[in-house]
Every structure is written in C-alpha cells, then in structure tokens.
C-alpha cells in the first residue's frame, strides 16, 4: 500500500469517526427535544417561522401565524397522503387524514423554538460531515469499492432522514412517524460503523490469533436484534407518556408509569431477556478472549454502558421519569446498538484471520 492510500485512509476513517460521534450527539439532542415538548417548536421544515434564523419575541410573527403555519403543515399533509396511497399504505393515510391532534397549532414559545433550531443546526452539520465522509471515500475506490458504496448510501439516506423529519413536523408528532426516524437513526449509525470498520481493517491488516466460537458472535447477534427491539419499544413507551403528560397538564409525574401499560412491561420484560443475553455473552466472550485485544476492551465498555442503561431506567421508573434522564436513557440505549455492531464486525475479523492462517 502506497503513501498515497494510507493518507486517503487515515483522513477517512478520522472524518468517518467524527461523524458517527457527531450522529449519537445529535440521537443526545434529538432526545432532549423530546423530554422538553420542543418537538413543534418550529412549526415549518427545513426553515423555522419562515426564516434562517427564528424569532426571539412573539411580536415578530403575524397575529395569525398559527393559520398560516397549520395551511402550511396541512398541504405538505396532503402531498404525504397521496404518496401513501400510492405506495398502496392506506390505512396509514387514512389514519393521517383522521387524525384530528394534528389540526392543533401550538403557541410561540422562544426556548422551545430554539431548542429545537439548534436541533436541525446539528442536522445541517452532520449533513455536511456525511457528504465530506463521501469525498473522502471516493479515493478507496480502487482498493474497496464497498466503502464509497455504503458511504453514498448513507447519504441517501440521511436525505431521506431529513425529510421524514419534516413530516414528523407537518404532522405534529405522529407517533410511528417519530419511531421510524428513531429506526433510521440507528440504521445510519451502523452503516457509518461499517464503514468505518472496514477502512481501520484496510489500514491495519494485522489480526489477532484468537479461537472464538462462533456462538460468541451469534449470541451478539440476537443482542443486537433485541436491542434494536428495545429502542424502538422505549420510543414507543416515550409516545405514550407524551400523551399522558399532555393530558395532565404536565402535572403527578409518578403517575405516568402506572398509566402506560402493557407497553411498559413489555418493555421492562425486554430489559430482563436482554440482561440474561449479555451475562452469557459475557460469560463466554471473557472465557474466549485475550486480555487487553479489542475484542475484550469493547466488552467491558459494553458492560458499562449496560449498567448505566439499567440505572437510568430504573431511575426513570421509581422517580417520576425526571426529564434529564430520558435522552440519557436512549442515547445509552443507541450506543449499546453500536458496540455490539462493533463487536460482531471484529468477531468475524478475527474469524477471517485464523482462517487464513491456517
């Protein structure tokens, strides 16, 4: 491998790192949206009140601000349902058209607002970090053409991020539109793992003599798939508790829990299966491992983050789900997602490398 490459490599993977940590900030970010109610702060997509830059004072807007902004949303709402119906979703657009929450224009409030600007000002920016993490791939054609593949498609996609994102807008928070964003987050966040993965595997062709069974690698995997489960099961128990705190007027926080339901004890059953999944994986990976490879050092940082998943749910539910916590809650949640990505992707590195040794 030439000079040459070696640079384009290392300037990759510093520029595809940097974006997958400034994606879990934004996962942080988009969390305390949520805890806040900051989610309609801007009630237009992708400016905010019309503008580059927001009002700081309701005086700036028109009186009848909430009438232009709701046309606005409703006529987007309307280009969004004919384009379920011919996808052939039309229960989903029916479902749209029915629902009445979205008829329902919230008042200016300046820090929601901002919150929320400052939301899509880091959206902005990881845009244009993803578009230069697909300029620096472009170079590692000729050694792996799967890098600058996976790099474009996670443009692709992170287009089609922002405009779900402004459909979670146009349709005042729907429910699965909020959870397919929280999915397409996460499937982003893996997409720039792998390719950040496999340029460190480009640049450092060294491996460790490790015998792992496969069963490792695999109890990972079902990990994985629960975790993601979770993810999505905690978004969707978030959903809910938005609707309880509304209707009671954001008032007997420690009432909430009680009142989401099955909802919440799937998603308290879920944590269990998942724990007993980690102890063994655990069991297995320090019993097969080498002491200090990253295989290992990975795992205890996946130890940790599952000990302060835990706390953090257990803090949410015996006090009152304090608002701090829950973007905490998730942004561990999406992180436990992307170590074990990590750690499957350097379980079969290994794999590769005692098979060509041998």
């Known amino acids: 491998m030439n000079l040459n490459t070696k640079n384009s490599l290392n300037s990759f993977r510093r520029v595809s790192t940097i974006t997958v940590i400034a994606v879990y900030f934004l996962i942080l970010v988009g969390g305390i949206v949520r805890s806040t109610g900051s989610g309609m702060g801007c009630p237009d997509w992708p400016k905010c009140f019309g503008s580059l830059v927001p009002p700081t004072n309701v005086d700036q807007l028109p009186s009848n601000y909430q009438d232009i902004y709701l046309e606005k949303r409703l006529a987007k709402n309307e280009r ?20 009445k929450s979205i008829l329902i224009e919230e008042e200016f409030n300046p820090v929601k607002t901002w919150i ?9 920016v ?18 792996d053409k799967t890098i600058p593949i996976l790099s474009i498609s996670s443009l692709i996609l992170v287009l089609f991020i922002g405009w779900i994102g402004s459909i979670v807008v146009s349709t005042n928070l729907l429910q699965w539109i909020i959870t397919l964003h929280m999915i397409l987050a ?13 340029s460190s595997k480009l640049r450092n ?18 990990g994985i798939i629960l975790m993601f489960i979770q993810v999505v099961l905690g978004t969707q128990v978030r959903e809910q508790i938005d609707i309880i705190s509304e209707s009671m007027g954001n ?5 909430w829990v009680g009142l989401v339901g099955i909802n919440f004890l799937v998603h308290r059953s879920f944590s269990l299966l998942l724990l007993v999944i980690y102890l063994l994986y655990f069991f297995w990976a320090f019993k097969y491992t080498l002491r200090k490879s990253q295989v290992n050092l990975w795992s205890q940082v996946l130890i940790g983050l599952i000990i302060l998943e835990i706390a953090t749910g257990m803090g949410m539910a015996y006090f009152g789900i304090p608002a701090f916590l829950q973007p905490i809650h998730l942004l561990i ?26």
């Open 80 to 99: 969004f349902i004919a384009t379920l119906e011919k996808l052939g979703l039309n229960d989903a657009a029916e479902k749209i058209s029915n629902d």
């Open 116 to 124: 929320e600007y400052l939301n899509r000002l880091i959206g902005v």
């Open 126 to 143: 990881i845009g244009l970090l993803i578009i230069l993490t697909v300029w620096k791939s472009l170079p590692i054609w000729k050694i």
């Open 186 to 198: 996460l499937v982003l966040v893996g997409l720039l793992i792998i390719v950040n993965h496999r």
């Open 205 to 222: 062709r060294k491996g460790v003599n490790m015998d792992v069974p496969s069963k490792v690698e695999w109890i990972l995997i079902i």
């Open 251 to 255: 008032m007997l926080r420690d009432e």
């Open 333 to 358: 949640g999406s992180l436990i997602v992307g170590v074990q990505l990590i750690l499957i992707l350097q379980l079969r590195e290994h794999r590769q490398f005692r098979l060509n040794i041998n």
